[in-house]
């Protein structure tokens, strides 16, 4: 069974600074997604991560993926208060052929909260 | 193109009643997810659809809950009877066989009471 783990699960920060969160799953995979979740609102995508080292930077954010160590982390740079949010990455399941069928499992999500 | 639609987007029902969700997927999707969010549980996949058909219902915590997928472009979840632990956000999901992304509707937060 596909285990996401993420953390830290709470992230409070002070605008300015830098942090990582971490996303830890247990099988192998190919393919990781990171989401973004507003208080009562929709899941909206942030990165596609297809392959080992993949990196992808938007604005003030930036995804890797590691699949030999089934780790992924989402880098905020500079933090400011637009970005208090909760993060989730999501892993896509793969057969026993390696044939990724589109079903994510998601971790747990992490609760960000920027200060001023 | 207007995303994945669900509706309602709030439904307070008592117990016993009978709860149907609905969905309408991105048009050209041919795969559909039903997730169910919680604080206790977090993001959990209930049922999954490939061309109209239920691939993986792993998910469904009981027979209280069935879902349907009548044509490409709508479905419904059930759940009855309902119980105060069914309280949840009922997320849909669809995405194109091109690719495993898969994009959210806006919900539907259930409260039974």
């Known amino acids: 069974e596909l285990k996401v783990e993420q953390n830290p699960l709470f992230l409070s920060m002070q605008e300015g600074k830098n942090y990582t969160i971490y996303c830890n799953y247990s099988t192998t995979s190919d393919r990781l997604y990171w989401y973004r979740q507003d208080p009562g609102k929709s899941l909206e995508s942030l990165f596609v991560?297809?392959?080992?080292?993949a990196v992808k930077q938007e604005g003030r954010l930036m995804a890797s993926l590691d699949t030999k160590a089934r780790l992924s982390t989402l880098h905020i740079t500079a933090a400011v208060h637009d970005l208090s949010a909760t993060y989730f990455c999501a892993v896509v399941h793969s057969n026993a052929g390696g044939t990724s069928y589109g079903k994510l499992t998601f971790g747990q999500g992490t609760i960000l909260t920027v200060h001023p | 193109d207007a995303g994945v639609i669900q509706s309602p987007r709030h439904e307070v029902t008592e117990m016993g009643q009978e709860v149907t969700l609905r969905c309408k997927p991105i048009?050209?999707?041919?795969?559909l997810f039903w997730y169910r969010q919680t604080m206790m549980r977090g993001l959990e996949l209930l049922i999954y659809?490939?061309?109209?058909?239920?691939?993986?219902d792993s998910g469904m915590p009981e027979d209280r809950f069935s879902a349907k997928m009548p044509n490409a472009s709508f479905s419904t979840l059930k759940i009855q009877p309902s119980e105060p632990r069914d309280s949840a956000v009922y997320f849909c999901?669809?995405?194109?066989?091109?690719?495993?992304?898969?994009?959210f509707g806006q919900g539907t937060r259930l409260t039974v009471v």
């Open positions: 048009s050209g999707h041919n795969s």
């Open positions: 991560l297809l392959s080992n080292g």
């Open positions: 659809f490939n061309n109209n058909v239920p691939i993986d």
């Open positions: 999901a669809s995405r194109p066989w091109t690719s495993t992304e898969a994009f």
